[in-house]
């Protein structure tokens, strides 16, 4: 799996959820990571989740990371779904590791009963696709939804700190999910 991070940041708007995005924004094969520092927006066109339909999804400044898999064929949602909570239970782990304690409900975090991420997984017929955003600013973001940003969380995070623990989310997993391909290799099944 590739980690790719974007020095400029883009404006998320569900595009990149389409299959097959990296490869042609980026000519990134195979499966990847796609991770960002920007703003988000989303047309009612281009909402996934049916529960969202009519509501505003949006913020001024997220961390999002694009994740795609091409591993399992035809392409799973539940397995897709699994992969998406493995993440955001990783990043919850590292953000206590920094003394940020969150509380997970389903593929969401909160800080203080206030929404501190967006998630959304998804496959076409060829690849699982997932997109998660932590919002950094509260700035922005929808008036009816109490937000947390990480920025204004904590002092001591700023935009460099932000990308080395964007860097280390994706390092842990891909290293989570290639520990479960070993355990799969060395179990004997009957």
Known sequence: ???????????????QIKPMWAFRKFG???SSIVTWIGPMEIK????????????????NEMLHFIVEHFDSQPADIRLCYHRQRIL??????LLLGIGIETKRKGD???????????????????S???????????????????TAGLLEISSDLNHEKIQKLANIICMR???E?????????????F
């Open 1 to 15: 799996m590739k980690h790719i991070k974007l020095d400029h940041g883009i404006l998320y708007d569900g595009a």
């Open 28 to 30: 990134i094969k195979g």
């Open 44 to 59: 009612s066109d281009q909402v996934i989740d049916y529960e969202d339909l009519g509501q505003e999804i949006k913020a």
């Open 88 to 93: 955001i239970m990783i990043i919850k782990d």
């Open 108 to 126: 969401d975090l909160y800080f203080a009963g206030e929404k501190l991420s967006v998630s959304i997984a998804t496959c076409s017929a060829s």
């Open 128 to 146: 699982m696709k997932i997109h998660l955003g932590m919002n950094l600013i509260t700035e922005g973001t929808p008036d009816n939804i109490p």
């Open 173 to 175: 997993f891909k290293e």
């Open 177 to 189: 999910l290639f520990s479960i391909e070993e355990d799969i290799a060395k179990t004997r099944v």
